[in-house]
């Protein structure tokens, strides 16, 4: 069972997710992303969160959910080829839920989760035109990684996810 969350969530249900959640999660991204990227980043998305990361990644991983909704997630793992680091793969928040530090509340669970697991390292990506999202990995204590190409003055590591997948890469050192 795990901790609660502190107010203002102590009606939240946090725990982690199982193969059950999959589609639940799934239906709620088009809407939180607000249809970004039209129906080739819906795709993306889906692509991103397959079956899988619910049977086999679930240890590191967090569900909230309010009134039987899922408000929250976030799916992360430690790495099993680098054993000083962990990943943070894809992390979402209900839009009426952002900016009052849910989703901070989350990277503090699994950067606790990395630490007690040996982990001093975490890392994540996300692509170049999220300006939200490299502003909120910033304030968590993230850097930006090196790039040989830039967006928007971000480094940016060229196709990361594959031909035209450009993504900026951040390291956050536990200590």
Known sequence: MLTPLPPPWQHHTIRHPDPEDHLAVLAVLDEWWGGLGGEAGSRQR????PKLMFQHFTHGSFLVTADDRVVAFLIGFLSPSRPAESYIHF??????????????????????????????????ITSPENKGSHAF???????????????????????????????????KDLG
């Open 46 to 49: 889906a692509l991103l969160l």
């Open 91 to 124: 992390v979402g928040v209900e839009p009426a839920e952002r900016g009052r530090g849910l989703g901070a509340a989350l990277y503090e669970r699994f950067f606790a989760y990395s630490a007690e697991h040996g982990r001093s390292v975490v890392r994540a």
């Open 137 to 171: 990995h910033t304030r968590m204590g993230f850097v930006t990684e090196p790039g040989p190409k830039e967006f928007e003055g971000r480094p940016v590591q060229p196709d990361y996810d594959g031909p035209g997948l450009d993504r900026l890469s951040f390291r």
